[in-house]
């Protein structure tokens, strides 16, 4: 390193770059953190995001907002309303009704999970949490149809009872396995959409079957 002492600098070479840092650039606004935000607020936008993707639901389309701004509270209000009210039937005479919970919890969760590794198995493109949000909120059709079973299991439990429960869950089930794959169908390979599609139509299937077969206890 000898010499390098004898290096200098001119003082007519400019220096290039900018080195300073800009105070204030940033408005509130521009910042996404939401720390000083009230909680108020927070759940109000929160509510309303998922009020939103019940009706990209009810009213599917291809649409990217359920891939784009998921998340999992929609799906596990749904999952624990349709547990509830699958509680309590003549399937679990001999105890309390208590295993059936979990059982429907486990039920849709478990094979929730199943479909999404099968999706991405296949080379689907959307990410895990993405496939679970939307089949948990395309739960939702189904959820109506077991409250409106309900509904009619209070008028009685004849042949025409169960004609109306038939119906409703034919088309409540339709409209599940529509919308879930209306939004994942895009996310496949061309030549793979019906692996994907038929683990979805036994995931309702399976679901509708049990608001079909329920009777109150």
């Known amino acids: ?4 002492a004898d290096v200098s600098i001119s003082e007519e070479i400019p220096v290039e770059g900018q080195i300073t840092v800009p105070v204030g650039s940033h408005s509130p606004d521009e910042d996404g953190s939401t720390l000083d935000e009230p909680v108020r607020e927070t759940i109000m936008r929160d509510l309303k995001a998922v009020g939103k993707k019940f009706v990209h639901v009810l009213y599917p389309r291809k649409s990217s907002t359920l891939l784009r701004d998921w998340d999992l509270w929609g799906p596990l209000v749904l999952c624990v309303s349709l547990a509830l009210m699958l509680q309590g039937g003549s399937a679990d005479s001999k105890d309390d009704g208590g295993p059936q919970f979990a059982e429907v919890f486990v039920i849709i969760w478990f094979g929730a999970v199943v479909i999404t590794l099968n999706s991405k198995l296949l080379g689907g493109t959307i990410s895990f949490f993405q496939s679970l949000c939307v089949l948990g909120y395309c739960v939702l059709p189904l959820t109506v149809g077991m409250l409106v079973c ?6 009685g439990s004849g ?24 939004f994942l169908a895009d996310s496949q390979p061309p030549n793979r959409k019906a692996l ?22």
């Open 1 to 4: 390193f000898a010499g390098l």
């Open 150 to 155: 309900r509904l009619v299991l209070l008028a």
């Open 159 to 182: 042949t025409i009872s169960f004609i109306i429960r038939l119906v409703v869950v034919l088309a409540m089930f339709a409209w599940s396995t529509l919308a879930s794959t209306a």
């Open 196 to 217: 994907v599609v038929y683990p979805i139509f036994l995931f309702y299937f399976v679901i509708s079957w049990m608001i079909l077969t329920f009777t109150p206890q």
